[in-house]
């Protein structure tokens, strides 16, 4: 690890932006001079996934380094930004700047003794957004984000005018109801409406899951994790054992799943 405690932020901020001017300027990076904002997108939501899995990952010299990959692409967009005489890094800083004051005004509004529980901060910003000209409160959710993640941001909006149930059974009763639609649906032989009903059931699952204050993307992504190992250890037992994976019975892959499961001791 660099030890940069002598520089300021102020300082390796200014060194960044010089640094990205150079890659851009006539002189500097043939890959750089040709981005645009467009063509980075990729790239910037990798790298803003990057930062989750190393916040995951509980690595702190991982969200070091994956936080300073993502200011990259903050002030890369920012200064092609200025070099289209549209705004500079600064105008996004201060426009951030703003927003948060005004925003909590819980915090720093003249009578910054008001309420600080969390549910009235979430109101008060919500409340900020409205005001500021969003023609519904669901507004401000952008489309191109995961799907589980988009539905939560949805309903936590929704939640703030008091559309939402205050505990955690009916949402499952709703889930019920809309996993047996599925399955009706299903049965009909109308794929269209099998469709719709099954994302009734993931956005209802996701609703339960909110409510019991779980977050449905990480849990996916977890699950995903698990399902991986397991898999991965299947396969193991199979190459271990002398046997093909391949030719394999559904019945005999679950065994072996099973004993994955329960840490049984694979033998030979």
Not at 62 to 67: A, H
Request: aromatic share 6%; net charge negative.
């Amino acid at each position: 690890m660099i030890d940069k405690s002598s520089s300021t932020v102020e300082e390796e901020l200014q060194k960044l932006q010089k640094i990205v001017i150079k890659l851009r300027a006539p002189d500097g990076c043939p890959w750089d001079q040709e981005q645009t904002p467009e063509s980075l997108i990729p790239y910037l939501i990798e790298e803003a996934y990057e930062v989750v899995e190393a916040i995951e990952n509980g690595s702190h010299l991982e969200l070091q380094n994956e936080l300073g990959d993502l200011l990259l692409h903050i002030v890369m967009q920012a200064q092609m930004a200025e070099e289209a005489r549209k705004f500079k890094l600064q105008d996004a800083i201060a426009s951030i700047n703003e927003k948060l004051v005004r925003r909590h005004p819980h915090v720093f509004g003249p009578d910054n003794s008001a309420s600080k529980r969390l549910e009235d901060a979430k109101e008060n910003w919500e409340k900020a957004k409205k005001a500021e000209g969003r023609k519904s409160w669901v507004d401000g959710v952008p489309k191109n984000l995961p799907g589980l993640i988009r539905a939560q941001r949805i309903q936590e909006k929704a939640s703030t005018v008091g559309f939402d149930w205050n505990d955690v059974l009916p949402a499952l009763e709703k889930f019920h109801e809309e996993v047996d639609e599925l399955v009706e649906e299903w049965k009909q032989g109308d794929l269209e409406r099998a469709r719709e009903e099954y994302g009734d059931v993931l956005f209802s699952l996701v609703n339960v899951a909110r409510l019991m204050k779980i977050d449905s993307e990480t849990a996916m992504r977890l699950a995903v994790d698990k399902f991986d190992a397991r898999f991965r250890a299947l396969e193991k037992v199979f190459v271990d054992e002398e046997k093909d994976i391949e030719t394999a019975t559904l019945e005999e892959m679950d065994a072996v799943w099973d004993r994955i499961k329960h840490k049984v001791e694979y033998r030979k």
